[in-house]
């Protein structure tokens, strides 16, 4: 008899890799706010406790997957009220569930946790989130921390996953400017950070669940970069750098539409996993070029 896992707001990018992943393995039960016609994907609002626990309750999983968030972090910060209901309450309620069902309960969090002071953060490094959509994230990190039986907390950095569809995040902004048959594109010169493969981010986490190994861990892919070496490398790999230019800009070319405090440095360490000698991540070079492929091939 296969094992059955619960994953709730699995209609994004990252979703997307676990519902990929799990299928073959677990039975699964998947649930969004936004079923997007999946037929794999249920509709449920994690932020209405009762539905949220009668569903997960009536499935009767192995595993508590609290996947989805709000993660545009504009919109959280012009919404704070939702932001902390969606991003933290939710996590709270979500960790009582699986107490209650005494089961593990796994969470993402996120590198945008760290104010950008260090170049790398490791593990043990202390976070002191810009924003909200950071500070809902971290205190969800802390909750699941210490008040789960079992609780399993991977932070993520910038998502690379879901393709055209679900991807709302860098990698599909360049390709959409690209698309848009765009010969010069802007990115900014002054943030720094480490792509995170969705696909080995779930292979990854598998392991760390497999094995039991609970409590917070970095979760990115190897090598860390900047956001206008990941837009130059899509360009290469996609061998339109002779006719694409890319212009380096400082944020505050982009401040009307990104007017929210980010952190300098999110480059993580997968120190922890390094020391258990079960880091499987992946370069991030590897990984864009892979996900470019699968993802995007039919359309440039
Ligand atoms: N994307 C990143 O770069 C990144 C980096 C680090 C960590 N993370 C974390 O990784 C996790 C997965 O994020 P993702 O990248 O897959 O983001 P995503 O593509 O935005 O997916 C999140 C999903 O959760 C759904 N959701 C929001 N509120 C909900 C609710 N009340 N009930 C049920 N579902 C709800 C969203 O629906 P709507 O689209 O309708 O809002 C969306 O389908 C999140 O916890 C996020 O904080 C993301």
Redesign the pocket.
């Known amino acids: 008899m296969k094992k059955r896992m619960y994953i ?2 699995c ?5 997307d890799a676990f519902y990929k992943f799990y299928n073959r393995k677990y039975t699964l039960k998947c ?4 079923t997007n016609d999946e037929e794999w994907l249920e509709h ?4 209405k406790f009762k539905d949220y626990k009668n569903n997960v309750k009536k499935f009767k999983p192995h595993f508590l997957v609290h ?5 545009d972090l504009e919109y959280c910060e012009l919404n704070p009220k939702k932001t902390y209901l ?1 991003n933290y309450i ?1 996590v709270e309620n979500a960790t009582y569930l699986a107490n209650d069902l005494d089961i593990p309960i796994i969470y ?5 946790i760290f104010d950008g002071n260090k170049d790398k953060y490791d593990d043990w490094d202390h976070p002191n989130p810009l924003c909200h959509y950071a500070r809902s ?1 971290y205190a969800g990190e802390l909750f699941v921390s210490k008040y789960a039986k079992r609780g399993l907390v991977c932070r ?4 690379m996953g ?1 393709g055209i569809k ?1 991807d ?2 860098f990698v599909n902004k360049i390709i959409k400017q690209i698309l848009e048959n765009k010969k010069k594109l802007y990115v900014v010169k002054d943030k720094l950070g480490t792509p995170t493969y969705t696909h080995d981010f779930v292979k990854n986490l598998d392991i760390l669940l497999k094995n039991k190994y609970w409590g917070v861990y970095n979760l990115v892919c190897q090598d860390v970069t900047s956001r206008y070496e990941v837009a130059s490398e899509i360009v290469k790999i996609l061998n339109l750098d002779k006719k694409i230019k890319i212009q380096k800009v400082s944020s505050n070319f982009f401040k009307k539409d990104y007017f929210v405090k980010r952190p300098f440095s999110e480059r993580l360490i997968n120190s922890k996993l390094q020391l258990r000698d079960i880091d499987i991540m992946r370069d991030w070079k590897t990984c864009l070029k892979e996900y470019l492929e699968n993802s995007y091939k039919d359309l440039i």
């Open positions: 709730a707001g209609g994004g990018m990252l979703g649930s969004d706010i936004n449920l609002d994690f932020n996947l989805g968030a709000l993660t969606t939710s993402i969090s996120t590198a945008g994230k993520a950095g910038w998502m879901g679900k709302k995040k």
